[in-house]
């Protein structure tokens, strides 16, 4: 209660004084060297956090000064925690998201192969063969034969004594055999 009187004794003075144009030059001139001397303050409880100016310091000092720093190191790393948790949180979210779709896609292409075994059935091999033969594009290699068999392509040397031959094929977009 004491300190509420005070601080409207000090408010009411200072809007007094504020009427008063050189006393309103004196109160910011004290404001200013209250905020200075604020200041300096400050920036010598920072370079003491940092490790710097700590040789005027008597143990107990140097305690708090520790017990201060552990307190914030505490905040950070429980801040740190909750970050990572939120984190992997997030991350098994996702993971069982993605998980379902892969359950969902995998369903899907069972539909697509049991479908396609079905059509197996009923179409039977012969006009299957028939429809890919159709559908194949027109500058595909095949054996005329079967669609499915393996084609095997083999990189030869040309032969010396045909060179000139080889020449022209390769002009004409022939290809020797």
């Known amino acids: ?13 200072e809007h007094q004084q504020l009427l008063n144009p050189a006393s309103e030059v004196k109160f910011w001139q004290r404001e200013a060297a209250s905020l200075r001397k604020e200041l ?3 920036q010598g409880c920072h370079r003491q956090l ?19 720093l552990e307190m914030s190191l505490k905040g ?31 369903n899907k292409v069972e539909l697509v192969s049991q479908e396609n075994s079905e059509l197996h ?3 039977g091999k012969q006009n299957v063969d028939e ?6 594009a027109p500058y595909t290699v095949g054996n005329a034969y079967d669609l499915h068999a393996p084609i095997r392509l083999q990189l030869s040397q040309p032969h010396p004594h045909n060179r000139e031959a080889l020449g022209k094929s390769m002009k004409l977009g022939l290809q020797l055999q």
């Open 1 to 13: 209660m004491r300190s509420i009187i005070e601080r409207y004794n000090k408010q009411k003075e």
């Open 40 to 42: 300096q303050y400050l």
């Open 50 to 68: 940092m490790g710097e100016e700590l040789s005027g310091l008597s143990v107990k000092d140097l305690q708090n000064l520790e017990n201060q």
């Open 76 to 106: 950070v790393r429980i801040k740190k925690d909750q970050i990572l948790t939120d984190e992997i949180k997030d991350l098994k979210r996702k993971g069982n998201l993605i998980y379902q779709e892969n359950l969902e896609l995998h």
């Open 121 to 123: 059935e009923v179409y």
């Open 131 to 136: 429809v890919n033969r159709v559908s194949q």
